[in-house]
């Protein structure tokens, strides 16, 4: 969206005959495609594959929860874009948003270690609940029963930064036009 706003090419997108709900679920989409081929060709290949490791629970089940995530990290992403002015902003604007969210989700470091406030903090970031479920179906082959509140909280995040983002991406556009 700020490469197209910088280079001029968002007014292309304003005088096509889509809403702004179409042309963000392009992006989230687009995107998410790509990312949920890899992870899937990464699982089978490599993980299985070329390394043996067993994966013990559904991979069916862990691809669904990755398009929750990446559907809540894009439209954080989006909600991000709408902030800054530029590529360079944005990209600060992304290094202080993910490292915390990764180091902090208990992905890299356990959350149990962590200050109470933080891991409350933390509730709202998507990478906590991706990470819970994903260790829980990956590694301990629970169903969805045991990680049903992972994936909801994962579509309330996504929907509430979803919709934040639509806000703001119409507002830029009402701006522009």
């Known amino acids: 969206l700020i490469r197209e706003r910088e280079h001029g090419t968002i007014e292309h997108l304003l005088v096509m005959p889509v809403t702004p709900l179409e042309i963000m679920l392009a992006k989230v989409w687009s995107m998410g495609l790509v990312v949920m081929v890899a992870a899937l060709a990464s699982l089978t290949f490599v993980v299985r594959g070329a390394l043996h490791v067993p994966i013990q629970g559904s991979v069916a089940l862990f691809m669904c929860g990755a398009a929750l995530h ?102 830029t556009i009402a701006l522009m036009a």
């Not at 902030?83 to 959350?111: D, K, N, W, Y």
């Open 70 to 171: 990446l559907f809540a990290a894009t439209s954080m992403g989006i909600f991000l874009a709408t902030l800054a002015r530029s590529m360079p902003q944005f990209g600060m604007l992304m290094v202080l948003v993910l490292i915390p969210l990764e180091l902090l989700s208990g992905g890299v470091t356990p959350r149990e270690s962590m200050p109470l406030l933080v891991r409350e903090i933390m509730l709202a970031a998507p990478t906590t609940h991706f990470v819970e479920l994903g260790q829980a179906i990956l590694y301990r082959g629970a169903g969805f029963d045991a990680v049903w509140q992972p994936f909801l909280a994962l579509a309330l995040i996504g929907s509430i930064l979803f919709a934040l983002s639509l806000a703001r991406f119409r507002k």
